[in-house]
């Protein structure tokens, strides 16, 4: 098997399937990339104009019920109204058999409504499906933990993150949009229905006290109650070991909903409980978080996260440096590359404006059609996991000449051979709602990969370039490294992952944090070992 086709089964296992773009785009999940999730506006902005053109439809038929009530009630209020009167007596016997009648049976109201239904229904195959809803949700408990957010806080609006006394904003929005309690009570409940507690609670409470203050009222928009809310929110602190909340939660449930005979049940089942062991009344309970057994590192992760980028300062470390680079390529000599060396053990540098404006935007439009939510390996498969929410695509550098000279330039910085089977097609990433990945090697830890399945060896180096800005969050943590490195727009990351022996440099375990706010865009070029045995500098990093 020769090189294009090694390749070409690679990309096999990896399941990129050259089908039609647009059915490529709806096989994936719409809450795991930003750029679906801004797609999503297109059919709620139809929604809008059948909503318009109904309320239209509807304000006329009020206008003229109100019409027909005020024309019957004008002569009801005449006192000097004569029934004597032949013309008025037919009038009334007429309303009273016919137009009456037609107006309560009037099929304008049902023919508005029906126009309304078919709409949604012809709408509702590119809506974002339940799964979404839990996604999104998922991802708003991801950055509360991982940023230590206030729920409160989210539910107004901010993003702060509260630790003790200690407030500090993560991120001031230009418009504050606030969480409903029905909102609240979503994201609550995807928590609740995992039997995750430690989640659903504080969002629970947040509807509750949201649903408190606007009890009376009614939304068409909402799916829950009051009632709803402090039905869960009672079971998720009995289900923690809390039995007194549970019992006041539920005695409030049967003042608006008494004669509900399953809560009448609980109310007597905790009551009970409580008289059997009387500590439970006083007794606190401390809710644990979930744990994520995969997740050894994940205190320092978060920690490297919650510093928004940590990049060693320079002054403190002298054999840390910014330079131009022109890696004595004649490609670079008259346009050489800022050079900023982030760390030494493991090697990372930063290489700024790597790609022009114009260059990413081309990029990301390039992938934009062909993303594919992103994939792990798990054996010899290739699953969607919850600790990489991302989409992403693989392009040829035949598809446009931005990505021949995108290679040009990366072998001529790094010196290496970036053409298959030596490197991987680019792959562009978009990071959804929260999107992440976990800590993780972007080498071969398993001799059964299917990067070997090139037969070009193991990825000896990464180079990243990062083709948006964000707004907070998403920076690049090296966990062992014990630095981050935040998102620079359209600067490039550059590592090697494999020590010179052809063994995995530990020290590259590396994770891509939350987004908190912004639409996160990255390019990855990955380089094998084979073909680059005499093409790594000896002088690029120290021995090891």
Known sequence: MGPAARLAALLAVLALRAGDPAEVAARGDTFSALTSVARALAPERRLLGLLRRYLRGEEARLRDLTRFYHKVLSLHEDSATPVSNPLLAFTLIKRLQSDWKNVVHSLEASENIRALKDGYERVEQDLPAFEDLEGAARALMRLQDVYMLNVKGLARGVFQRVTGSAVTDLYSPRRLFSLT???????????????????????????????????????????????????????????????????????EFLLYSPDNKRVARNVLKYEKLLAESPNQAVAE??????????????????????????????????????????????????????????????????YHDFVSDAEAQKIRGLAEPWLQRSVVASGEKQLPVEYRISKSAWLKDTVDPVLVTLDHRIAALTGLDVQPPYAEYLQVVNYGIGGHYEPHFDH??????????????????????????????????????????????????????????????????????????GDKWVANKWIHEYGQEFRRPCSSRPED
């Open 181 to 251: 309690g029905d909102d609240c009570f979503q994201v609550g409940k995807v928590a609740y229905d995992m039997g995750d507690y430690y989640h659903a609670i504080p969002w629970l409470e947040e509807a509750v006290s949201l649903f408190r203050g606007s009890y009376g009222e009614w939304n068409t928009e909402d799916e829950a109650s009051l009632e709803d809310a402090l039905d869960h929110l009672a079971f998720a602190y009995f289900q923690a070991g809390n039995v007194l909340c549970a019992l006041n939660l539920s005695r």
């Open 285 to 350: 309970t401390v809710m644990q978080r979930p744990n994520v057994p995969h997740l050894q590192t994940r205190d320092t992760y978060e920690g490297l996260c919650q510093t928004l980028g940590s990049q060693p300062t320079h002054y403190q470390i002298p054999s840390l440096y910014c330079s131009y680079e022109t890696s004595s390529s004649p490609y670079l000599l008259l346009q050489p590359v800022r050079k900023e060396v982030i760390h030494l053990e493991p090697y990372v540098v930063l």
């Open 444 to 517: 071969a830890t398993s001799p059964s990969s299917p990067l070997y399945r090139m037969n070009s060896g193991n990825r000896v180096a990464t180079f990243m370039i990062y083709l948006s800005s964000v707004e907070a969050g998403g920076a690049t943590a090296f966990i062992y490294g014990n630095f981050s490195v935040p998102v620079v727009k359209n600067a490039a990351l550059f590592w090697w992952n494999l020590h010179r022996s052809g063994e995995g440099d530990g020290d590259t375990l590396h994770a891509a944090c939350p987004v908190l706010v």
